[in-house]
């Protein structure tokens, strides 16, 4: 993209005004100061006009959230409950949930203004494997693990494989870590009820090799160069 479209495209400028800050060699690229108008800006060039780096409203970014509970997943809502947007306001680009995570689920959420990697994600095809940890009421026998592990149904519909591991059974309740790659409204809920566990807590810790690690709940950060390689190549 022309240097003098990107400045005025983050939105701090008309494209004339960009001209002139770039003739009077107030615009760096990459830390050097340039005073061409159709100079081209690469991926990962850094512009800073006036001494601040700027980006670009199209720019594609990539985070991950560690969405809080009671926090819906969509960029607004008619009852005024706090949105995943809020999350990331201070980014200007308008990020997008991938996928979804129920009120009560917390964890690790992708977002990102990059629609086609939304849809490769998100496509059934594609579907990678998302891992959360329950922690879940009562006792679970080895016989439902292996259930889980199995397949069980859902209201009509039976869950693929999913990799279960029990990592601590307590007097009344239990923290199971389950790995699924289908993505049904609410599954991993209604795949403990199926068993007769009810969830009382629901965390996302991963999706694929993409892990919300240390990451605060309600911080993002941005995906590494790395990571977003991965995703793509899904
Ligand atoms: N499964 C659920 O039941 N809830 C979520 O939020 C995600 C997976």
Redesign the pocket.
Same mark, same amino acid.
Do not use: C, F
């Given at each position: 993209m022309r240097l003098n479209k990107y400045i005025a495209s983050a939105g701090i400028c008309s494209r004339r005004k960009a001209d002139e800050l770039i003739e009077n060699g107030n615009v760096k690229v990459n830390g050097a100061v340039v005073k061409t108008m159709g100079w081209q800006v690469e991926e990962d060039d850094v512009v800073e006009a006036n001494g601040r780096v700027i980006e670009a409203v199209n720019k594609k970014i990539y985070v991950v959230v560690n969405k809080p509970l009671g926090y819906i997943t969509s960029m607004q809502d008619e009852k005024d409950r706090d949105t995943v947007a809020d999350l990331v306001a201070d980014i200007p680009q308008r990020l997008f949930p991938v996928g +979804? $995570?129920?009120y009560?689920?917390t964890g690790l959420l992708i977002m990102t203004n990059d629609g086609e990697l939304t849809q490769t994600l998100t496509h059934p095809r594609h579907e990678v494997y &998302?891992t959360?940890v329950a922690k879940v009421a009562g006792v679970i026998s080895d016989s439902r693990l292996a259930k889980l592990r199995k397949g069980v149904d859902i209201g009509g519909f039976v869950t693929s494989p999913a990799k279960v591991r029990l990592v601590r059974q307590m007097p009344r309740h239990a923290v199971v870590e389950i790995s699924?790659r289908e993505?049904?409204?609410?599954?991993?809920? &209604?795949?403990f009820a199926a068993v007769g566990n009810k969830?009382q807590e $629901?965390h +996302?810790t991963a999706i694929g090799e993409i892990r919300l690690g240390r990451l605060k709940e309600g911080h993002y950060r941005k995906l590494t160069k790395e990571e977003i390689a991965y995703l793509k190549g899904l």
């Open positions: +979804r $995570l129920d009560n689920t &998302k959360y699924i993505g049904k409204n609410r599954q991993v809920r &209604k795949m969830v $629901l +996302r």
